[in-house]
């Protein structure tokens, strides 16, 4: 059994945003503080089975651009305006798993359960006339974003399932499993999900492991991975914040090894991987860059994430070859 508990404080003081010789934003103080805990068991009930339950509560006092922001964010392709009123963010968390291991079999299976107070969000601004408010900067239309407050909760569970049976030791199954849902505690333009909230995914890994595959080849290892995420269709869609994304399965593929010398040490390392095999045209959720103007050339909407792709990678270990006295 573990647990302890925290006070924390910070104090901003932000200058005014000058545009110019004009005050774009009037400068403030503030000072946020409050209290952070935990307390935690973890039990072996037998060889192979291990549990664990935490409770928390957890502090967090808004960021300068979440306060203070008044600007194009070229990265995000957005203007956004902060909120000066904002208060400090808490959280009560409930977290348990459980870890079974065997011979043959690793399962590992976590849940946890967050409500929040005064959650820190941002959502699309609407123009009076109803549509999307946009500001023109440089002469490219940006869509206004302002960050606010609300109640809210988060919900999610990882599982992962590994299978390396005997007497096939080099031999890995790895499935991995992860499902994350927010929700606002009262809904707001009829939407009850909180907004960019990654979809659930499912990874399926093959993987062969040999500590000594030759007399200069060692830790050598290649896999085949499938990549599954899913639709993602619990969005925040007031004021037009998001839309659903289409799931998409990708194969990826890997290996390396180290190579040795005679005297055992190590000369470098080389990894070898191809990223998204089958050429999937696909946008993750989470992406801002989905929401870009449509691309006349292929007709899509949004910038969408990398195609097919290799890449090599070297590890050199100066130590192997730098002289010692």
């Not at 935490?54 to 600007?71: D, H, K, Q, T």
């Not at 049976?165 to 790895?174: A, G, N, S």
């Not at 200069?216 to 004021?239: M, P, S, V, W």
Request: charged share 20%; net charge neutral; glycine share 8%.
């Amino acid at each position: 059994m573990s647990g302890g508990v925290r006070y924390d404080t910070r104090n901003l003081d932000v200058k005014n945003l000058m545009d110019g010789n004009d005050v774009k934003e009037a400068g403030f103080n503030k000072s946020f503080g409050n209290f952070s805990g935990s307390i935690g068991l973890a039990a072996q009930v037998t060889k192979q089975l291990n549990l664990k339950l935490n409770i928390a509560r957890g502090f967090r006092a808004p960021s300068i651009p979440e306060l203070a922001s008044n600007g194009a964010h070229e990265g995000t392709i957005r203007y956004e305006y902060g909120d000066n009123n904002l208060k400090s963010e808490t959280s009560t968390q409930i977290d348990g798993g459980a870890e079974f291991n065997t011979e043959h079999v690793s399962l590992n299976i976590a849940a946890f359960y967050n409500s929040f107070s005064n959650f820190v969000f941002y959502r699309k601004l609407e123009a009076a006339r109803d549509d999307d408010s946009t500001i023109y900067i440089d002469g490219q239309q940006l869509a206004a974003f302002k960050f606010g407050q609300t109640n809210a909760t988060l919900t999610g569970i990882e599982a992962s399932l590994d299978i390396h049976p005997h007497p096939l030791d080099w031999l890995h199954i790895e499935n991995t499993f992860s499902f994350t849902t927010g929700k606002l505690k009262e809904a707001i333009e009829s939407s009850t999900y909180l907004p960019f909230i990654p979809a659930s995914r499912l990874i399926n890994e093959l993987r062969c492991n040999f500590a000594k595959l030759t007399k200069g080849i060692t830790n050598f290892y290649a896999k085949l991975e499938l990549d599954n995420t899913f639709a993602q269709q619990h969005i925040f869609a007031a004021y037009n914040t998001e839309t659903d994304t289409p799931g998409y399965s990708l194969l990826n593929a890997g290996m390396g090894a180290d190579i040795v010398s005679a005297k055992g040490k190590t000369l470098f390392s080389i990894h070898f991987n191809a990223m998204n095999l089958g050429d999937v045209a696909y946008q993750n959720h989470l992406s801002r860059l989905k929401y870009t103007a449509e691309n006349l050339a292929t007709g899509r909407t949004g910038v969408f994430n990398m195609g097919r792709n290799f890449s090599i990678k070297l590890n050199i270990p100066f130590s192997t070859y730098i002289n010692k006295k």
